[in-house]
Structure formats: C-alpha cells, structure tokens
C-alpha cells in the first residue's frame, strides 16, 4: 500500500509522520511526498523526508 501524502500546509511534519506511521501499521511500504516535501527550501524538505524513512526503519512501528 501506498499513500499520497496530499498537499502542502501548515502542519506538514506532523501530518507526515502521522500518516506514515498509519501507512506503515496498515501494511504499508512507502509514501508520496512530493509537495510537503519539494514546495519548501531544499534543507526543509529533507527533513521532511528523513522524519518519512524513520518511521519506515523504526522497528518499534509494527502491524497494528
């Protein structure tokens, strides 16, 4: 399964964890993050995207 993480706001961190953290419980092997991501400086965005990869290798994230 794969998640679209939806567009750009104010809470991008967050709500980017969060659905990963769903995604990854569900069964889940990745997310699109395209705007929360590549719409903010590069420095921003690569945060974002390395909060995304924790989730996914943080084996504590299990199948709910």
Do not use: E
Request: net charge positive; aromatic share 4%.
């Amino acid at each position: 399964m794969i998640n679209s993480g939806g567009g750009s706001g104010k809470n991008d961190f967050a709500q980017a964890v969060r659905t990963a953290v769903i995604n990854k419980r569900a069964g889940g092997m990745g997310l699109i993050s395209g705007r929360k991501a590549f719409q903010r400086p590069m420095k921003d965005g690569v945060k974002l995207l390395n909060a995304i990869q924790d989730v996914y290798l943080n084996k504590d994230i299990t199948v709910a």
